[in-house]
């Protein structure tokens, strides 16, 4: 039996990838695990058979027979670690892959989420456009920071990881405020992770989802 993960019924992007399902589908993608969605809507996020998934009421959840995973860091890890594919053998470089998921989730997304809040939860508070600037600035900090360790590298660290799956993940959040274009080696690396085959079936599952074509 596939694995099943949850993902929206209809994405609130509209199908710009950039729910967290789309990690975990790329994930699965890159390792070539077959997987199943359970669409979920916003209303059952927040039912008893979800909740039993996650007390978050959130999607990703990975199921697997008995075992269920939330957390879209817990999920894509635990496919790295159960399939081929997505960390190196050795277990230094192993470790230091890792070590990039957590940078991707724990460094980089933090303020980008900021921005994401600043922009549409918070857009029509009287503070949001002082506050906006000064988001985009504690985000530059961390691209500034990533563009200049890259230097022109393909991926973080050597070969294609799943730290690099959850930075351009991550990364990708920023496409449409263009600041990702203010840093064109990182704009080049987000690239390099869309134009992996295994990312645009991922893409192209959510958005059959969320964009169906006519
Ligand atoms: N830290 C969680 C965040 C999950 C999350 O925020 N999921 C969003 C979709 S990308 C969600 O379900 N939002 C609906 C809600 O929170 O009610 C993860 O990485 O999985």
């Known amino acids: 039996m596939n694995p099943i993960i949850t993902a929206f019924e209809r994405s609130p992007d509209g199908g710009k990838g950039l729910a967290r399902d789309t990690r975990v589908r790329w994930a ?10 359970r669409l979920v809507s916003f209303q059952a996020l927040k039912e008893p058979a979800h909740l039993a998934l996650t007390p978050f009421g959130q999607i990703p959840t990975f199921e697997n027979g008995n ?3 939330f957390e879209s860091g817990a ?3 635990h496919i790295a670690e159960h399939y081929e594919g997505l960390l190196p053998k050795d277990s230094v470089a192993r470790t230091r892959a890792i070590t990039w998921m957590f940078a991707a989730l724990n460094t980089v997304e933090p303020p980008i989420l900021d921005l994401v809040t600043a922009n549409i939860f918070e857009g029509d508070k009287p503070w949001a456009q002082e506050r906006t600037p000064l988001v985009k600035d504690r985000i530059r900090v961390r691209l500034r920071q990533l563009s200049s360790y890259l230097e022109g590298a393909d991926w973080l660290d050597g070969a294609f990881s799943a730290g690099d799956l959850m930075m351009v993940s ?3 959040r920023l496409r449409m405020s263009g600041m990702l274009d203010e840093y064109p080696s990182l704009a080049a690396y987000v690239s390099r992770g869309e134009a992996r085959p295994a990312y645009r079936r991922a893409f ?5 989802v969320n964009a169906p074509a006519s």
């Open 67 to 69: 075992f269920t995973l």
């Open 170 to 172: 991550v990364l990708l």
């Open 28 to 37: 699965l993608e890159e390792v070539g695990q077959p997987y199943d969605v």
């Open 75 to 77: 999920i894509v890890l």
């Open 204 to 208: 192209a599952a959510q958005l059959a």
